[in-house]
């Protein structure tokens, strides 16, 4: 599938939309959901409460990881 030029692709935990990826880190009933988002460059978590607040946690670079193969 693509949407506005991108190849979307989505697993079980998430979804890729060009050069960014979205994944569900974890969920509890307690917490929430917590997401990240992940750019080519820079990475941030979002946790979602049960409430339906935000919460964005700092931008930081996106590391790289050279003995993982790249999910993209």
Do not use: C
């Not at 693509?2 to 060009?18: A, E, H, I, N």
């Not at 979205?22 to 992940?38: F, S, T």
């Not at 049960?50 to 919460?55: A, F, Q, V």
């Amino acid at each position: 599938m693509s949407f506005r030029g991108y190849q979307v692709r989505s697993d079980q935990y998430g979804f890729s939309w060009g050069p960014a990826r979205v994944v569900r880190i974890a969920d509890d009933l307690k917490w929430g959901v917590l997401l990240e988002i992940r750019g080519n460059a820079h990475t941030v978590e979002i946790r979602v409460t049960p409430k339906g607040y935000i919460r964005l946690g700092p931008v930081v670079k996106t590391p790289v990881y050279t003995d993982a193969p790249d999910e993209r």
